[in-house]
């Protein structure tokens, strides 16, 4: 009977051991399977290389795009080299760089130029537009799908975002001359009024559209980190350094998220236009809405 007890539990112990195998196996399987998705879409790349190695700065992290290039042939002109890079997670914000070829931008810009008038913000009371201290640039907004050039940016916008470009507002073109910003606020609403065209905004994408010489940062005051070791960072206005900040460099894209994965509203949003203080600004600014936004 010894015997007998000794080789079943043996025979237990195996299948036991088989089954560890097979899960183990399994679960590796599906990990390469995850990374081969992530490597398709671009947004996780295998290191190349000391000159391509994704390296931390200060919570930043730089990932090369190999096989998905958002609006490759499209629009005008051609882009540098496009690679996105992480710049937080408290709020979700991210730089595509290369985002918009010069051709595109200088069309933008052209485009507005006729049409600019002060800039205006919503009074979460009424809905409607008012003058404000807090934002002192000149602005217009270009009619969705309005031609050819912008239905190809609007639709690599929506390639980037995973977001339907029907649910996007109209392009916001923006001019800042010297002196000019704008305060720190949220691109969520805090009305109802506002959110019954689309729901609440989701996400913004703001683009620029020249290189500033100095000042004129995007800063997030209520981002997490500690951001003084950023590289650069004693380059920067004193307004860009309460905060994460982003340079305005022509072409480049920002990307950042109004509402947390669970669809709550993110304080740590919170963002301004730090003012010029040499040169002008030209950007162009997409809002999106968590539902279609009727034009």
């Given at each position: ?16 051991s088989t089954s560890t195998v ?122 969705r799908g309005r031609d050819k ?147």
């Open positions: 009977m010894a015997k007998g007890t000794s080789r079943v539990g043996r025979q237990h112990q195996s299948k036991r097979t899960l183990v196996l399994s679960m590796l399987l599906m990990l390469t399977i995850v990374l081969l998705v992530l490597l398709a879409l671009g947004i996780f790349s295998l290191p190349l290389g000391s000159g391509d190695d994704p390296s931390p700065v200060n919570d930043s992290f730089k990932f090369k795009r190999l096989s998905l290039d958002i609006g490759e042939g499209d629009g005008l002109g051609k882009r540098g080299e496009q690679w996105t890079e992480v710049l937080s997670w408290e709020p979700r914000a991210f730089v595509y760089h290369n985002f918009l070829s010069k051709e595109e931008c200088e069309y933008l810009i052209n485009l507005a130029k006729p049409h600019m008038a002060k800039s205006t913000v919503v009074d979460s009371k009424t809905g409607q537009s008012k003058d404000s201290r807090v934002r002192t640039s000149s602005g217009m907004f270009l009619r050039v912008i239905r190809a940016i609007e639709k690599r916008i929506a390639d980037y975002t995973f977001i339907p470009v029907e649910h996007g507002e109209g392009l916001q073109v923006l001019h800042y001359e010297v002196g000019q910003k704008y305060d720190p606020h949220y691109d969520y609403f805090l009305d109802e009024f506002n959110t019954k065209n689309g729901g609440q905004r989701i996400a913004t994408v703001l683009m620029y559209l020249s290189d500033v010489e100095k000042g004129g940062e995007t800063v997030f005051p209520a981002a997490t980190g500690n951001f003084s070791s950023s590289p650069g960072w004693n380059e920067m206005s004193e307004c860009a350094k309460r905060g994460l900040s982003v340079k305005p460099r022509l072409g480049d894209a920002l990307l950042f998220w109004s509402m947390r994965p669970d669809a709550t509203l993110d304080p740590s949003s919170l963002h301004g236009g730090c003012p010029v203080i040499k040169g002008n600004k030209w950007s162009s600014t997409k809002w999106m809405h968590v539902e279609q936004y009727k034009v």
